[in-house]
């Protein structure tokens, strides 16, 4: 019903920045929340930022202030600015949609690679 693709992902190093972006297709309608989600090697996936439909946004501590999330609604795109990457940033980058009810279901990209390299 919705589909999520993501792009800008690559090798870059420490220092340097990147901009991910994830376009959204299909059944896309009212209040709903899209993200970005990271694994990294032996890790768990772990929420990154989001933003809602209103631009609200949500940061991991880890990201906030090298991190920018933000979405072009006519475009239906979300967009990661990072700046300042760490090897620790190091992940397979997801985008996520989600409506706002109770029990929504999650939406998940195929996911884009960053890599940061000291």
């Known amino acids: 019903q919705v589909q999520l693709v993501e792009s800008g992902g690559g090798l870059v190093q420490a220092g340097e920045s990147l901009r991910l972006s994830c376009a959204a297709s299909?059944?896309?309608?009212?209040?709903?929340?899209m993200g970005w989600y990271r694994q990294a090697p032996g890790k768990q996936r772990e929420l990154v930022a989001s933003i809602t439909s209103g631009s609200g946004t949500n940061y991991a501590d880890s990201v906030k202030g090298r991190f920018t999330v933000s979405r072009d609604n006519a475009k239906n795109t979300i967009y990661l600015q990072m700046n300042s990457l760490k090897p620790e940033d190091t992940a397979v980058y997801y985008c996520?949609?989600?409506?706002?009810?109770?029990?929504?279901?999650?939406?998940w990209g195929q996911g884009t690679q960053v890599t940061v390299s000291s």
């Open positions: 299909g059944s896309i309608f009212g209040l709903n929340i």
């Open positions: 996520n949609f989600k409506r706002q009810w109770p029990g929504a279901k999650d939406y």
